[in-house]
C-alpha cells in the first residue's frame, strides 16, 4: 500500500510556470510506474503525463508536450510535474498515480494508486 501526497498547485498567468509534487509514502517509489492526470470542471479525467519504474519510455499528451516534463527523484521518494508556459486551458485538478507495472501508461485504469489532487488555476 501507498499513500500519494500532491502539492504545488496553485493561481498563475498564463505563460508562467508551476512545480506539482507528489510524495509517497508506504513504499518506495521505486516500486512503481507513474503519472500524473487532470481533470477540469465538467470535464472527464485525461491524463498529462507517465515514466515507468526505471528508464523506459516517458509519455505525454499531444497537448503538453514540450510545456511540461515529469521526472522523480528516488531518494525524496518523490515524483515531480514540471509546467512551462501554461495557459488558462491547463487549469484543472491535477492528480499523481502509482501503477504496479513496470512500463508508463496513459491508461487511468491500469494505475493502483492516487492522490488527493492540487488545484492549478491559469488565468488569461
Known amino acids: 500500500q501507498v499513500q500519494l501526497v500532491e502539492s504545488g498547485g496553485g493561481l498563475v498567468q498564463a505563460g508562467g510556470s508551476l512545480r506539482l509534487s507528489c510524495v509517497a509514502s508506504g513504499r518506495t517509489l521505486r516500486s512503481y510506474a507513474m503519472g500524473w492526470f487532470r481533470q477540469a470542471p465538467g470535464k472527464e479525467r485525461e491524463f498529462v503525463a507517465a515514466?515507468?519504474?526505471?528508464?523506459?519510455?516517458?509519455y505525454y499528451a499531444d497537448s503538453v508536450k514540450g510545456r511540461f516534463t515529469i521526472s522523480r527523484d528516488n531518494a525524496k521518494n518523490t515524483v515531480y510535474l514540471q509546467m512551462s508556459t501554461l495557459k488558462p486551458e491547463d487549469t484543472a485538478v491535477y492528480y499523481c498515480?502509482?501503477?504496479?507495472?513496470?512500463?508508463?501508461?496513459?491508461?487511468?485504469?491500469?494505475?493502483?494508486?492516487w492522490g488527493q489532487g492540487t488545484q492549478v488555476t491559469v488565468s488569461s
Open positions: 515514466m515507468p519504474r526505471i528508464g523506459g519510455t516517458i
Open positions: 498515480a502509482g501503477s504496479k507495472r513496470l512500463t508508463a501508461t496513459s491508461q487511468d485504469d491500469m494505475y493502483d494508486y
